[in-house]
């Protein structure tokens, strides 16, 4: 079992950035992907960006390619999401989430972090 730990979140005017942190532990593989997703209020979660976390290939939603990006440290056990040029849109609770290549869902999820974009 994979347990994910997010931080980062918070209140930040539009036009600013943000960085979020995930950091990992427990049964972590290099041949995990790693996920950023987001739900807001009334809506449904929503994937953001993925990560391939032995190549560092990544992959993005159009809503945010171009503002977001997925990285991972190695060394810390760690993913982030840069989030620049933030919108109100934006606003939600941000989490992080782990899958395994051979599993179609992620199956193992952070508690998540509130972002909230003050226009």
């Known amino acids: 079992q994979v347990q994910l730990r997010e931080s980062g979140g918070g209140l930040v005017q539009a036009g600013g950035s943000l960085r979020l942190s995930c950091v990992t532990s427990g049964r972590t593989s290099s041949s995990y992907y790693m996920g950023w997703f987001r739900q807001a209020p009334g809506k449904e979660r929503e994937f953001l960006a993925t990560?391939?976390?032995?190549?560092?290939?990544?992959t993005y939603a159009s809503s945010v390619k171009g503002r977001f990006a997925i990285s991972r440290d190695n060394a810390k056990n760690t993913v982030y999401l840069q989030m620049n040029s933030l919108k109100p849109e934006d606003t939600a609770v941000y989490y992080c989430?782990?899958?395994?290549?051979?599993?179609?869902?992620?199956?193992?999820w952070g508690q998540g972090t509130q972002v909230t974009v003050s226009s």
């Open positions: 989430a782990a899958r395994r290549p051979v599993d179609s869902v992620y199956k193992s």
């Open positions: 990560i391939y976390w032995a190549t560092g290939s990544t």
